[in-house]
Nanobody, 119 residues
Framework: VQLQASGGGLVQAGGSLRLSCAAS???????????MGWYRRAPGKQRELVAE???????RYAESVKGRFAISRDNAKNTVTLQMNSLKPEDTAVYYC???????????WGQGTLVTVSS
């Protein structure tokens, strides 16, 4: 199973970016992904959860992004998206998508995409 993330880049504070991540693999079964999420690692900091979404659509967000970020997914396409609005310089980080797969069982990470927010 591979996760391919895209959508990072450079944006000014107050701007928006949209991150996307697609899961693929010849052994990945339809509708076999449980939780999907986005994590980030800022320079000099530990990786932290940004947002996650269950297969039924329940969401959870880090306090620092509530009201600004929105996570969504398409179960048929095995994709997860993170819409990031009102970006702040402290959102600068490498963002990683994550998927908890039921068939075949495992937890998978994308390669990371850099988001840089200038002040």
């Amino acid at each position: 199973v591979q996760l391919q993330a895209s959508g990072g880049g450079l944006v000014q504070a107050g701007g928006s970016l949209r991150l996307s991540c697609a899961a693929s693999g010849s052994i990945l079964r339809d509708y076999s992904i449980d939780d999907m999420g986005w994590y980030r690692r800022a320079p000099g900091k530990q990786r932290e959860l940004v947002a996650e979404i269950t297969s039924s659509g329940d969401t959870r967000y880090a306090e620092s992004v509530k009201g600004r970020f929105a996570i969504s997914r398409d179960n048929a396409k095995n994709t997860v998206t993170l819409q990031m609005n009102s970006l702040k310089p402290e959102d600068t980080a490498v963002y990683y998508c994550n998927a908890d797969v039921l068939v075949p069982r495992g937890n998978y990470w994308g390669q990371g995409t850099l988001v840089t927010v200038s002040s």
